[in-house]
């Protein structure tokens, strides 16, 4: 259908032009509910996250004077201990990777 007379077309004219600006008002006021929305989020998240760093800050000065604590004769030698068996741990697991690449290196090929 198209308007062949003035009065039609300009009825076409307006009748497209409201639904667009209704497809504009729609849409804008979608838009702006939703970014409402995600604002009010966001600033509940930085709310948290603005207490939360604030607590950590607050406990900083408790572990920087722990950090700088400087140690006893008995931890040090625990430490020592410690590293050691772990090294021995790490020579014992080493050998039994080796073992089997080894043994197979001097194994006769099976022909079957």
């Not at 729609?26 to 930085?46: C, G, I, N, P």
Request: proline letters at 4%.
């Amino acid at each position: 259908m198209v308007p062949y007379t003035g009065l039609g077309r300009i009825i076409g004219v307006i009748a497209m032009i409201s639904a667009i600006l209704f497809a504009s008002l729609v849409t804008s006021t979608t838009t702006t509910a939703l970014l409402k929305q995600f604002r009010a989020e966001r600033d509940k998240v930085t709310k948290a996250s603005k207490e939360k760093i604030g607590h950590v800050i607050a406990q900083l000065p408790s572990s920087w004077s722990k950090l700088q604590m400087p140690l006893s004769k008995t931890q040090i030698e625990k430490a020592k201990g410690k590293m050691h068996a772990q090294k021995n741990r790490s020579k014992s697991i080493s050998k039994m990777i080796r073992r089997p690449t080894e043994q197979s290196a001097g194994a006769p090929e099976y022909d079957g």
